[in-house]
């Protein structure tokens, strides 16, 4: 059984960083893609970030590129999301996701991933 659990969330100010983490039970770590998504008030959830190992692939929104780095501890089978520089914009119920049967076109899109964590909430002031 697959399971997902994230933390780090929290409430910061602008210009901060936080750490977020997804740890991961059930799953065969290496074969499985990794992901983030977050989902604003009256928003859509929207992609943040994957990471695929099976695929060799990273991919980023446009919206936290180059502030945002998504990694992973195959020690502790754990996604980590490093948020540096956070704006208001960025608050939101972060999701951690996870595929083992996911293809390469899907790896930014939620239909690609068959388990979801249940979310952790970040606020960012300004």
Not at 52 to 60: D, E, I, L, N
Not at 70 to 89: A, G, H, V, Y
Not at 96 to 111: D, E, N, R, W
Request: glycine share 10%; with cysteine; proline share 2%.
């Amino acid at each position: 059984q697959v399971q997902l659990v994230e933390s780090g969330g929290g409430l910061v100010q602008t210009g901060d960083s936080l750490r977020l983490s997804c740890a991961a039970s059930g799953v065969t770590w290496s074969r499985f893609a990794m992901a983030w998504f977050r989902q604003a008030p009256g928003k859509e959830r929207e992609f943040v970030a994957s990471n695929s190992q099976r695929h060799g692939t990273t991919y980023y929104a446009d919206s936290v590129k180059g502030r945002f780095t998504i990694s992973r501890d195959n020690t502790k089978n754990t996604m980590i999301l490093q948020m540096n520089s956070l704006k208001p914009e960025d608050t939101a119920v972060y999701y951690c996701a996870a595929s083992g049967t996911i293809i390469l076109s899907q790896l930014t899109l939620q239909s690609g991933y068959n388990y979801w964590g249940q979310g952790t909430q970040v606020t960012v002031s300004s």
